[in-house]
């Protein structure tokens, strides 16, 4: 059997008085909670929980909505300059070329969609890396420190790292011989 009104009114009071006096600091345990009409401290945490779930998915629906509804007034506004943003030759309008493109970077940015056009990584404390080179052994040392959150800059001296390579290639040299 569906609820009253009446009851429907006294739960939403009752559930607001509840999360002003859970936002206030109140514990489930403390009289005021109690004195709202719940048996226990277990069915007043479990009501407040439910109702933040429930208006977690009230919140989640609104946006989801709002989403939509975002979504259709910019398909809309495409839709009306698509023609002329996409002809060609003399047809071609630039400034709804351009319309369209801002157009489509918002619903981009509605939908999640836009794909970063730079990464940049930095060293510790937001500093540079240097990474000039481009060469793998550069790029394996960055990976290397990268989930470390206070690794050390790598060392990434392209003099010292010849100087090794001739010398591991004389060694290689000499014992050929």
Known sequence: ????????AEVTERRTKLVHLRRAGINFDDPRIL????????SA?????????KRAADEAAE???YRQESKERLLSLLASVWPAATGT????????HEQARKIVADLDDLLGTKVP????????????IPFSSGELSEFRALVDIADQP?????SLDHDEEDEE???????DDDSDS
């Open 150 to 154: 206070d690794a050390p800059a790598p």
């Open 117 to 128: 056009v730079r990464t940049e990584i930095s060293g510790p404390d937001g500093g540079d």
């Open 63 to 65: 946006v989801a909505l």
């Open 89 to 96: 030759g003399d047809d071609l309008d630039l400034k709804a």
């Open 165 to 171: 390579e001739d010398e591991d290639q004389a060694d």
């Open 45 to 53: 945490s479990k009501d407040f929980h439910r109702l933040m779930k």
């Open 35 to 42: 004195a709202l009409g719940y048996s226990s401290r277990q």
């Open 1 to 8: 059997m569906p609820a009253s009104k009446a009851k429907i």
